[in-house]
């Protein structure tokens, strides 16, 4: 059986016999006895494994190696020991694969860059058994926040012809044989028959949904090729992306905060271990700072009083803050202290924010709220969306995009447009927070940056 | 409110005002009073509204459009018409955004292969408000049932510098700017400093996890740039690939049975409005072929067997069937109807299957299983794999692959390996199933096909 089947009935098993299978994380043995570290991986707790000379074959089970797949037949007891609460004395075991001493993954501390070079070992590891069980329960968690309030799960398209938003930072996506091409590239030939890329952000597409089935929401992969080698930035990462019809900026804001809220309550519930784990080996404090966030009132102010109070504050900027343009990564941080707690940044200038956001009265700002969350940045940005069919097409002759292909999108606001809103955040970003583990690379199976593609 | 809300609580609202945002479906207009089909698309079920000459704007409401969104306040009332339960009273009614003649999606009959063309406004028709709906459904199913069961949820790479079970099906990922290459390609200045391209499957990855979790499952995009234009091939569609440790070919087959059974269930309890218009306008019987999949056993028979009963079928066959080669569409039908039910081949010939497959003692065969199901074909394909490094790396040069490339597979057989099965659905398969659509491209919100990549 597996660990997690006994753990939810395990009282009924004490002095029961039990077989259970699956791999020894850490042996240590004595003379006349040892204890066996084992795990099938299906609960974050390992089960201790005790044997001695009384055992059925002593001499086999002490020669057991870290790393082996073994298949156990034993008596499930409470434990005197103090790291855990019950342990299974083996009455016999199997060899069932044995794991060479050159095993990389040894009982003993790696560095996260070493760990990433044996990426399809390292889901064996405790702190990542911790963040990829997390990361499950995160996707799960807003699978459950969506549906239960009734809105559908679309699969925005991975491939797209438009590029209208991730100009420049666009993977080409083709089957044409790149050796045989001299000079001209001829796109008819190509298996699309046109240019194709993979998609920057499904909120186009959602928008189209959205007017259709009025809450919607996408949870899917999204590409970047950002030539950049930061912890928080991967070329491919997952994706939410809300989109509520009949809803306006305050009413998003309110759904953000609502989600963020139900997903971290979500694993607190469920990921008690886990958490405990990472709070001590990844981030101090991590337990506490999501309870709080829980609890807390997310804060919602303008971006001109953002640069009011940046401006007032007696602090040395490295970049000094201004009326109208983008804030840093230093600005960020000193709001979310200034407000202890997640802060909504709202109404954005419009020459900094995307097309697609509600222009607002003042002429000079757009419907737009980032949400800054202490010690991670920015999680999520969202906005109305220009609903004005005649504003929306002046905005983008005035960014000189292509009109002509992006005819669906603009008749939205022809066909029954109305207000509507939707937010995008990073999946990765989100995990970062909830695990405490602070590069993007050790949140992703197989993370894809520049240069590295492996696995 | 939202549609969906309202219903939520319908009785409790009999006699009192509700304000109501949504879409015109059709508007039905009589001299001195009108009906209006109303849908916010948050429910499958529109909402009728009716007006007269003693709402308060009799004028502005008889001149709404078709398409138009609008806000209504009104009464609801228990409806005395056969179509509907209920109906609300307009009291006043405000266009929020007005639709043209020209809106393209009138209610009247259209064709699939027009509604395809305006698939940005098509999740407004009916068909697709039920098949988007039972896709998201059928989605939150899948994640249920895989996390309710201890599962993690994988994210398996969607880029990959691996194309070992993609050879020529693969499209490339680059950031090479094409119309610069001269001859020989030099991947070291591609974005990843080698060749890359989209995933054909996560299986290989699936397998890192459950050597690590035991119980995974992938649920994400794949690719394939196969050039053929068929009802049941997309160059994008999702996969879910759950992959088992301590498991073998019976034992996945149980799963498989048991998931879609519950996924059946689980849009059947939820879709039944959905599905009961499936039935009326798309597929004929749907409710009962589905009813009756949930409480059949699924047959288990070999696929030498199964040749056996093909030969000793008094049909003429256009391919005649042979004792170790593939079956036909016309051989999948004749099964599982000659078993009235859905049917697991086993065990099939080790020439025209993967290589990672579990051989078997014979030599000749390997220990797969192809879920065939009445009137759709093959669902889902799975297998025991092979656990035994000498056994796989063998297979592997038999069939000319690239060892060095894949050590990090091969190495899941040296590091504690075990008996681990799994198997891959395509979703889209599924649904084609599950909703009576009979086209690939009418259950994708926006299906990518050779020389088609649309919004």
């Known amino acids: 059986m597996y660990l997690r089947d006994l753990k939810k009935d395990i009282e009924n098993y004490v002095g029961k016999e039990v077989t259970l299978s699956g791999w020894i994380r850490n042996h240590r043995r004595q003379k006349d006895f040892g204890f066996i570290d084992f795990s099938d991986g299906t609960d974050f707790v390992h089960m201790q494994l005790v044997y001695d000379k009384d055992s059925s074959n002593f001499e086999n089970i002490t020669a057991l190696k870290n790393g082996s797949a073994i298949e156990v037949c034993g008596v499930l007891k409470e434990s005197s020991g103090a790291n855990q609460d019950y342990e299974v004395y083996i009455q016999s075991a199997i060899l069932l694969g044995d794991c060479p001493d050159d095993y990389p993954l040894q009982p003993k501390a790696h560095s996260r860059e070493f760990l990433r070079s044996i990426a399809y070992l390292r889901p064996r590891a405790n702190l990542f058994q911790a963040v990829f069980r997390i990361r499950s329960l995160a996707a799960m968690a807003i699978h459950t926040y969506f549906q239960e309030r009734g809105y559908i799960y679309l699969n925005a398209p991975i491939i797209t012809g438009s590029d209208c938003e991730g100009a420049g930072e666009m993977f080409e996506v083709t089957t044409l044989p790149l050796d045989k091409i001299k000079g001209d590239v001829d796109y008819k030939k190509d298996f699309f028959g046109k240019k194709a890329g993979l998609t920057v ?128 990564k230093e600005h960020e941080r000193y709001i979310t202290e200034y407000f202890h707690g997640p802060v909504f940044i709202t109404n954005w200038p419009k020459d900094i924010k995307a097309f697609y956001m509600k222009q607002n009265e003042d002429g000079k700002t757009v419907a737009a709220a980032d949400l800054e969350i202490p010690g991670v940045g920015e999680l999520m940005g969202g906005s109305e969306r220009e609903a004005d069919y005649t504003k929306l097409i002046t905005r983008m002759k005035e960014l000189h995009m292509d009109i002509e292909e992006m005819d669906w999108y603009l008749n939205l606001r022809k066909y029954g447009s109305c207000v509507h809103s939707g937010f995008g955040m990073g999946f990765e970003r989100l995990l970062i927070y909830l695990t405490g583990v602070d590069n993007i690379r050790d949140v992703i199976a197989y993370p894809r940056t520049p240069g590295n593609c492996e696995f």
């Open 201 to 328: 952000s499904g909120q186009l597409q959602a928008e189209t949904f959205a007017t259709a089935f009025s809450k919607v929401y996408t949870f899917g992969p999204t590409f970047r090729a950002e030539d950049s080698n930061t912890k928080t930035h991967a070329a491919e990462f997952w994706m939410i992306e809300p989109e509520v019809a009949f809803c306006d900026l305050e009413g998003i804001m309110d759904i953000e905060e609502e989600m963020l809220k139900f997903v971290v309550q979500y694993v607190l519930d469920r990921a008690q271990d886990e958490l405990a784990f990472l709070d001590k080996f990844a981030e101090k404090g991590l337990v506490e700072k999501l309870t709080t966030l829980v609890s807390s009132k997310f804060t919602r102010i303008s971006h001109e009083d953002v640069i009011t109070i940046l401006k007032d504050a007696d602090v040395k900027w490295e970049f000094e803050p201004v009326y109208g343009e983008d804030i840093a």
